[in-house]
């Protein structure tokens, strides 16, 4: 367990591909926290909220899997998302923070500016990234999930818009001070993000 006074929440983003799933499940296994997906909370707001409410929301479901005509419009596909979030995310690690119960939340959804919200002495960010597009499209494709699925040119187009989102995200995070970590060599990813964290 982490000592008194450190980080209550921990924020992992980055774009697909970059392992912070695999890292978030390992960093709550050592600091003994729970871990939230974003995919989840963004799942349980499109059950409740209607595309006719909120379009911008559902703008992958409207879309569907393998409606990207440029890497562009996927990436700001995930950017739209991402700000639509933004408010349920922040709600998310505030009460994390006032009720003190540590959390680990990871995704794509994670802005670096989560990171001026609640306590900022309580709260910690760091983003995965991953430069290369083709270990970004072979990593989606070996986590499956409907992806491997999907028309060859599509995987490109997506594989190309997460790397572009994730330059996206690492521009950003700099700009604000946020970690931004190398996903590679992922043998050592874990040591260097509790590095980082620390």
Known sequence: MV???AFRVLLIGGSSGTGKTTIAQQLAEFYGY???LVDDLRLAAQAIISA???PDLHVFLRQGTTAYDSAEA???GLITVAQVMLPAIRMVVDHH???DAPIIIEGDGILPQLITSGDKSRVQ????HEPDETIILNNML???RGFEKTERAQQRIQARGSGLYGEWLKSKAEKQGVSVIDAR???TLLERVKTAVI
């Open 3 to 5: 000592s008194e006074g």
């Open 34 to 36: 729970s871990v939230v």
């Open 52 to 54: 006719e409410q909120h």
């Open 74 to 76: 996927y990436r700001d």
């Open 97 to 99: 923070i006032a009720v």
């Open 125 to 128: 960010a760091v983003f995965l």
């Open 142 to 144: 070996r986590r499956r």
């Open 185 to 187: 060599p992922f043998e």
